[in-house]
């Protein structure tokens, strides 16, 4: 992809070129040369074929794309959508719903909306280091998502009733943590607020005998007992007491309510984690002074991480032997 690629009017006309979207997927996957999916041999044992834009493996014979083992893998819609599609996923605010992608590349809504979850899946933070390993404090809180059971149509508020663990208005629990000193927001859809399952979750993602500040929900208490410096705010008297707050993970909250109501409005809650790993992915590269990302830049980080990731059409909606291509 060229350097001066900067905007989307630039990246279009980058990728009406088949091959330079072919070469920007490999580039980003394979940056020593492609390898054999099948047999693994290295790139000198690939052989392009132009006419065919795949390689043959001069080894075992394998013939592939760029497409094979990525979240593109069995799509018949060709890199350029896809590649528009990812970068306005990875740089509108607020995200994009499936209807516009369908109408901006030339698509099925149906289709848009399969290509937006598979882009979110390679947008999922795979990390395994611990946040506040660095030092830094961690700000941890929790937060409900969804409608009010009075304000929804009687077969969706029963489903609900029966698929969720959620308080008496049965919106879903997401739980977030901000470490403060990389400015990294991780997130999890929780089937409860209870002192097992939030303390769990901190002892997970969490550096151990590290700085954790919360509210005074009764589900952190006794954290001081799990090796963790625990400081907590009581929101019904104060919201911030010098360093210890959380308005950093309370600010993504505003941001992922924000693109949820106003630019996806109903999101069924065995998909939001991939709407919250989407926000996450914005808000861990967003531009910032010590950050200075471009739109570009977030697009080059989306497309390197599609490797690895498969999301058919079955795990996604449960609907075995349904297919949109």
């Known amino acids: ?31 020593d040369g492609p390898a054999c999916p099948k047999c693994g041999s290295a790139a000198e044992r690939q052989h392009y074929l132009k006419t065919q834009k795949r390689w043959q493996c001069r080894d075992c014979g394998k013939q592939y794309s760029v497409k094979v083992g990525t979240i593109f893998e069995d799509s018949a819609i060709k890199l350029d959508k896809w590649l528009t599609a ?41 990390s ?7 030092g830094g404090p961690v700000e941890v809180d929790e937060t409900f998502v969804g409608g009010k059971p009075k304000n929804m149509h009687a077969g969706r508020r029963q489903k609900l009733q029966t698929a969720l663990h959620g308080h008496g208005d049965h919106k879903t629990v997401v739980m977030g943590m901000l470490d403060r000193d990389t400015r990294e927001v991780r997130t999890k859809v929780i089937p409860n607020v209870k002192r097992e399952t939030l303390q769990n979750e901190i002892l997970r ?24 410096v625990h400081e907590t705010v009581n929101h019904m008297e104060e ?32 998909h939001l984690d991939a709407y919250a790993d989407e926000q ?33 059409y079955a795990d996604l909606t449960g609907k075995v032997g349904e297919t949109t291509f």
Not at 21 to 30: K, L
Not at 98 to 116: D, H, N, P
Not at 282 to 290: E, G, H, P
């Open 205 to 228: 993602q969490v550096q151990g005998a590290g700085t954790v500040y919360s509210d005074q929900h009764y589900g952190y208490d006794n954290l001081k007992f799990q090796q963790f």
């Open 86 to 126: 990812m970068w306005l996923l990875a740089n509108c605010k607020n995200g994009i719903s499936s209807y516009e992608i369908a109408r901006a590349v030339g698509v099925t809504q149906k289709s848009a909306w399969f290509m937006l979850h598979r882009i979110r899946y390679a947008m999922k933070n795979g």
């Open 280 to 312: 996450a992915f914005r808000y861990n590269n967003r531009t910032t002074k010590d950050n200075p990302l471009d739109d570009q830049d977030r697009f080059m980080l989306a497309v390197s991480q599609v490797s690895g990731k498969r999301l058919t």
């Open 1 to 31: 992809m060229k350097n001066d690629v900067k905007t989307l009017s630039d990246a279009i006309r980058n990728f009406a070129d088949e091959q330079v979207c072919i070469d920007t997927v490999a580039g980003m996957r394979w940056p």
């Open 239 to 270: 919201y911030v007491r010098g360093e210890v707050h959380t308005q950093g993970i309370e600010n993504f909250w505003s941001l992922l309510k924000r693109t949820l109501s106003g630019t996806y409005v109903a999101v069924e809650p065995f």
């Open 128 to 134: 395994l280091r611990k946040l506040g390993s660095t």
